[in-house]
């Protein structure tokens, strides 16, 4: 989400002069865009920008902002505990962004964080893609699940769904542009239409996506599993652009801890889902979001999650262990863990996972998938980097000219997530 944001917001900046830099001692405008779900990114943004503070002593017109959800969350606090910040906006100012930086040059400037966001003029025009043939786009915004553990309710606030037809037109353009692959964003994509009285929006979406030219694959991220039914699962299965590629976070293996993270959803359940989408999407690959050490979570319940992860086997797998986020339910209950405790979780997790994640890319050699070339490997002139239709990473020798295009690709080689192969068609 926050680097589809970033493409909105280099599209603003271009259109009215800015040119971008690589090089930050050239720049008169510097952006943080942030995330608030954990509480390392923000530590590492305050280091971050205090580190900016020679820069701004060279040269007192430099603007140096905040945008996104961290922005959102601590508005003017910011402001105030850092005295180089001109400009702080959230996610659902970035259309106000040319007047806030007018306003920033004269004086501190802060967005007005309406808590409801909205797709009001957005286009086509107004991104900037960092790969012509791949965009990101955003078809709802916000979330109302109120997952203890979690702030995004709080700083992109309820669902909003982008009406059908505009999005439609949207990814029109985008074909019409060069663009073959699309990712479809939301906090909870599963209930897309449900806040413009649609049934399975979602689903119905996704059918007249397959209905555009020039779009070949079409992902999307994040589902929730609660809100994931058969029914759009053999729906979906049925269209050939879209990827076989879930994302399913499930985040504990226990019920307990999934009550207490108010998920909506038991392990039953999630097992349940599971089966289904591998019975009706066959060569699917899965992938999870998990959290351990949620506060209380005891041995055996956590045990309960590496039992799962066992049982999926997942191709990969995001893996945290739990964030104490203030304002959520979570952050004031009882039992809160150590970081030691929650660290030694995270490790015993990821060696889990890492072990299976090999031995599903292993599962890959001699195989022959179709690959999206995405860019050039820095090792070497001729070593390409791309990705099949399930999202695994494949690097093979080829050229520059095949960019943006299709080739075929034997794997010969793998590791934890990466495959490598030679090209048997382009």
């Known amino acids: 989400m926050n680097q589809a944001d970033a493409q909105r917001i280099r599209g603003i900046l271009l259109s009215i002069g800015y040119i971008e830099t690589e090089k930050e001692e050239e720049s008169d405008l510097i952006l943080f865009n942030t995330c608030s779900v954990r509480q390392h990114a923000e530590e590492r943004l305050l280091g971050r920008i205090r580190s900016l503070s020679p820069l701004k002593k060279q040269n007192p017109e430099l603007l140096i902002g905040v945008s996104g959800c961290m922005a959102q969350n601590h508005k003017a606090e910011l402001l105030k505990d850092l005295p180089l910040i001109d400009l702080v906006f959230g996610p659902n100012d970035i259309n106000q962004l040319q007047k806030l930086l007018e306003e920033a040059k004269n004086k501190k400037a802060l967005g007005n964080f309406a808590c409801k966001g909205t797709f009001e003029g957005e286009n086509t025009d107004g991104i900037v893609l ?54 479809l964003l939301g906090q909870n994509v599963n209930v897309y239409g449900k806040d413009l009285g649609m049934t399975e929006g979602f689903a119905t979406l996704l059918e007249e996506i397959e209905k555009i030219n020039g779009i070949k694959w079409v992902r999307f991220l994040t589902s929730h599993p609660r809100d994931f039914t058969e029914s759009a699962i053999k729906r979906i299965a ?33 097992i349940e889902l599971i089966k289904q989408v591998r019975e009706n999407i066959p060569n ?8 351990c050490g949620f506060p209380s979570e005891t041995e055996e319940e956590f045990q309960d999650t590496i039992d799962l992860v066992k049982q999926i086997r997942y191709e990969s797998a995001y893996m945290y262990y739990y964030s104490p986020r203030p304002g959520t339910k979570a952050a004031s ?33 001699g195989k022959t998938f179709e690959v999206l070339v995405e860019s050039s490997a820095s090792r070497s002139e001729n070593a390409m980097l791309g990705k099949t239709r399930t999202g695994r990473p494949v690097d093979f020798v080829g050229n520059s000219s095949m960019i943006g295009n299709f080739v075929k690709v034997k794997i010969d080689s793998a590791r934890n997530w990466t495959l490598s192969g030679k090209i048997v068609e382009a």
């Open 238 to 270: 049925k269209l050939s652009k879209v990827c076989e590629q879930y994302h399913l976070p499930f985040q504990a293996g226990n019920n307990r801890i999934l009550q207490a993270m108010h998920r909506g959803y038991t392990r039953e359940r999630y």
């Open 130 to 183: 960092t790969r012509p043939f791949s965009a990101m786009v955003n078809i709802i915004r916000g979330c109302t699940n109120f997952c203890t553990y979690c702030i995004v309710p709080y700083v992109r606030g309820p669902e909003v769904s982008r009406p059908i037809d505009e999005l439609l037109k949207y990814i029109s353009d985008l074909a019409s542009k060069g663009v073959k692959e699309i990712m």
């Open 333 to 365: 209950m009882k039992g809160q863990l150590s970081d030691e405790v929650k660290k030694g979780r995270l490790a015993r997790l990821i060696e889990v996972q890492n072990q299976i994640s090999n031995e599903e890319s292993q599962k890959q050699i």
């Open 284 to 291: 699917v690959s899965l992938s999870t979001d998990i959290i």
